[in-house]
Each structure stands twice: as C-alpha cells, then as structure tokens.
C-alpha cells in the first residue's frame, strides 16, 4: 500500500514538473531535456524533438537564453518555480557563484547552459543540481561524468581541480 501511494505521488510531482515547464511556451512532449556532468561542471540542455520545427526551436534558444543569464545574476528562481522547492546543490551555488560560469551555446535543434568551475566545493554542487534535474525531468540521463562532445574545444581544468592522482572517465588518470 506505501509502494503504490509512493508511486502515485511521484506521478503527480512528475505531472506538476511537466505542467510548471509548459508554461515557458513549449509542449513538454514536442522538446526534451538533457542534464550532462563534465569534469568541468555541466550542462542544461533542451532541444526539440523535431529538428525541423523552427518555431519551437526559436522558443528554446530564447527560453536557455534567459536561464543562462538569470543564472549569470545568482536569480535560480526558475529552476524553485519549476519543482515547487529549491533543487539540490542551489544553495552552494549560490553561495559560491563568483567561482561558476554560465553561458549560453546553441546546440542543433536547441540550446544548453554550459555551467563550468575549477573549484571543487563548486563542481560538487553543479553535478548534485544536475542529477536532481535528471531525477526531476525523468531524462535517462546516466548522471556520470562524460566528455563534453560538443565539438567544442575541451579544456580539462586539471591543475586547479584535483590535489592528487585521480582517473577520469576513459582511464584518464590525472
């Protein structure tokens, strides 16, 4: 009997996330979300399931546009809207926002937020508020660290990063 009420309760909170992201103009079944962890920070990505549909496409780019900016100001007031409470890793975010970089990238089909740091307190909280997103967005996203493969240059932070021998993903030991 918890099972099923637990279940039903996470199919309402999944439903109330789907219906806070409506709101920002684009069907949550014509767009789709990615959260990615580097060893730099993360991604915010969204792109539309249609790579012909121009319109929603539009509506993406500008949408990112405006998280990676407000994100810029320390304003997480749309990541609090969208799941009704603050998402996990926000406070530390917030608090050390001088050492986090947000910025805007096109992607084909829509755009992310391309969250970077070379501190680690940082990076942490970058890969908790990004597997809270996959968690919340039911994306499927694996929540590891991978390589950034968008053909954008990569720039392994490594020396400010890590303190002693660590291996990255694809055995790269630093």
Known sequence: MILVFALFMMAQHSQHVDARH???GMSHEATHHNFRLFADGGAIELRANDPADA???GIIRTHIRHIAAALAKNDFSM???VHGHEPNGTATMKRLHARISYRYEDVDAGGRVR?????PKA???VHDFMKFQIKEH???DRGEVE???SGRKFRW???KMFTSRHILPGGIIV
């Open 147 to 149: 390589m950034d493969r």
């Open 22 to 24: 409506d709101t920002f």
């Open 55 to 57: 319109a929603t496409i």
């Open 157 to 159: 932070p490594v020396a």
């Open 115 to 119: 969250v970077t740091t070379t501190d």
């Open 79 to 81: 990541p609090l809207f």
């Open 138 to 140: 039911r994306t499927g």
């Open 123 to 125: 990076l942490s909280a």
